[in-house]
C-alpha cells in the first residue's frame, strides 16, 4: 500500500478496491454497492497542478482496470473525490483532491478544469469504460 501524494493519512492499494467488493458480494449477497470519495490529492496550491496526469492514472486504475474485473459485482455507481478542491478536516485547503483547480487566494474563486476531469468524463461517458485504442 502506497501513501497519497502529500497526506499520511491516506493509503493507496490498487488491489484493494477488487478485493474488498468481491468480499462485500460474498459476504452480503451481493448487495448494490455505491463507491463514494475515492480519489488521491495533492499537497500544492499551483496551477501546475493543472497536468495532474498521476490522479488520472488512479482512477484508471481503480475504475477502468478493476471495473472490466468485477465479476458480477453489482457497483451501481462511483463519485470521485472531489469536483472541486475543498476544506479537508484534517489538511485544511492544503490537500487537492479536485478534479478542478480552485483557487482559494482569489476574491472570484477561479476554477479550472484540470486533465484528470477530461478522463472522469470520459470514463464516466463510456460507463466506466475508456475507449480503448
Not at 52 to 60: A, G, I, Q
Not at 116 to 128: D, L, M, P, R
Amino acid at each position: 500500500m502506497t501513501h497519497g501524494h502529500g497526506v499520511d493519512w491516506l493509503g493507496h492499494a490498487p488491489w484493494g478496491l477488487r478485493k474488498l467488493l468481491q468480499w462485500m458480494k460474498e459476504e452480503y449477497s451481493n448487495p448494490v454497492i455505491y463507491i463514494t470519495e475515492n480519489g488521491v490529492p495533492k499537497r500544492s496550491d499551483t496551477q501546475a497542478m493543472l497536468n495532474d496526469t498521476w490522479r488520472s492514472m488512479y482512477y484508471l486504475s481503480n475504475i477502468n482496470k478493476h471495473s472490466k474485473k468485477l465479476d458480477g459485482v453489482n457497483v451501481d455507481g462511483y463519485f470521485a473525490w472531489s469536483l472541486l478542491d475543498n476544506f479537508e478536516w484534517t489538511d485544511g485547503y492544503a490537500a487537492r483532491f479536485g478534479l478542478h483547480f480552485l483557487n482559494f487566494d482569489d476574491p472570484g474563486r477561479l476554477r479550472q478544469q484540470r486533465e484528470s476531469a477530461k478522463v472522469y468524463a470520459e470514463i464516466t461517458h463510456n460507463n466506466g469504460f475508456p475507449v480503448e485504442n
